[in-house]
């Protein structure tokens, strides 16, 4: 299945040492299913480029989506994106402090037309993208 997008969180089972085709009845050469669950063997974290295709880079919101509102995303749109923003969050205070934390929403606050992408590379030393693919890379184990 290609191309498939759902509005809706979808469990993930993550199986180890082959349960996955015990537990399943596929044989050993499935190394993952969906049935309402997406179900992985264990083996497939350590295959990012296969795990990615499998779960969708873009089901994680961007930082200009996590920088907006909630209110017109899905229920379950927007609990993702408040977990990971507090993680995100969670992240910058532990790498630059409350102080550059602080620093950065005050960029943003004293200049309203100040461009997120600029504010956030004065105060953290990167780009938004390149900070949320490396956070995506460690959230992954990759990192």
């Known amino acids: 299945m290609t191309g498939f997008a759902s509005d809706r969180l979808i469990p993930v089972v993550i199986y180890e040492g082959g349960d996955l085709n015990h537990v399943t009845g596929t044989p050993s050469w499935i190394p993952g299913l969906f049935d309402g669950k997406i179900r992985l063997?264990?083996?497939?974290?350590?295959?990012?480029?296969?795990?990615?295709?499998?779960?969708?880079?873009q089901v994680l919101p961007d930082l200009r989506e996590l920088s907006g509102g909630y209110s017109s995303m899905?229920?379950?749109r927007a609990e993702l994106a408040y977990r990971q923003a507090y993680w995100m969050s969670r992240d910058l205070v532990d790498m630059f402090g409350w102080e550059g934390v602080a620093w950065f929403l005050g960029r943003l606050e004293g200049d309203p037309r100040a461009p997120f992408d600029q504010a956030f590379q004065e105060s953290f030393g990167e780009v938004p993208q390149v900070y949320l693919d490396r956070w995506y890379d460690d959230w992954l184990g990759r990192g």
Do not use: K
């Open 41 to 57: 063997d264990s083996e497939l974290l350590a295959s990012g480029p296969m795990l990615e295709g499998l779960l969708g880079r």
């Open 74 to 76: 899905t229920q379950d």
